[in-house]
């Protein structure tokens, strides 16, 4: 499952979430005994095979205090296990919001405004304080003009998320191996935008696994560009599969970059398990990365 497909089924899924199983009603009263040092979080969209219940609850015996990437109709579930949604999914109307027709478009704007207000209302009454948002794909669009085209569309949001307190995040990915021609992969690029828009209701979300690929020094680059990040994702390099001995990156040394920099926020697991047991290689990367 990619995360694009998730997103298409996602609304359906959560009108019919079934009840808990009960392997997994037996895990919420496990103590996790983790450092706390990390705010450990998991996109939803990597576990389509386990119910959002049952993920909840494992989540929350191995350490989860987030779950990343659910839409308003799911808040309620991950409430119910004192957790919350660390990144809440964005909105998408007539095929504009996702990854590949997104900010960087003006005639998107029109759309994509009004659709993102309700979102940032959503996403505040819910008491959550992260929503994602993408550039787009270039489609022969240069990057000196998306810069400025996200920009212009974004200030037309970002006095209502300063009002509601909601940080809008737009994501880096890779346009090498899986988000061919997406214009946000870069750390420079992105780090212009957040200083063009000059609000700390505007971030990044670093995703370690893209940048990677994309850009590599990865402790250094956190080091010296922590004040655009808000967000962190993992992912195992290659492949985006689990971040253990088979990648490589060090994940430990990589937290520890992050603390350095007195990051408060969450860092959200978004590897594909390609174990049969998903839920026992989430529980490996969050000891993995606790530290």
Known sequence: MTRRNFIKSAALAA????????????QVTTPANLKGNIHHSACRWCYGKVKLEDLCAAGKEMGLVAVDLLNPSEFETVKKYGLVCSMVSNPTIDGLGGITKAWNRVEHHDKLVPAYEQRLKETADAGYERLICFSGNRDGLDDQKGLENCAAGLKKILPLAEKLKVTLCMELLNSKRNHKDYQCDHVAWGADLVKRLSSERFKL??????????????????????????????????????????????????????????????????FVPKRPDALASLRQAVKICDV
Request: proline share 4%; net charge negative.
């Open 15 to 26: 009108a019919a979430t079934p009840l808990l199983s009960k392997t997994a009603r037996a």
């Open 205 to 270: 979300l670093y995703d370690i696994y893209h940048m990677q690929i994309m850009d590599g020094d990865v402790c250094d680059t956190i080091k010296e560009n922590h004040q655009s990040f808000d967000h962190y994702h993992t992912g195992g390099v290659p492949g985006r599969a689990e971040i253990d001995e088979t990648q490589e990156l060090n994940w430990p040394r990589i937290m520890q970059a992050i603390l350095a920099t007195g990051f408060k926020g969450y860092v959200a697991q978004e």
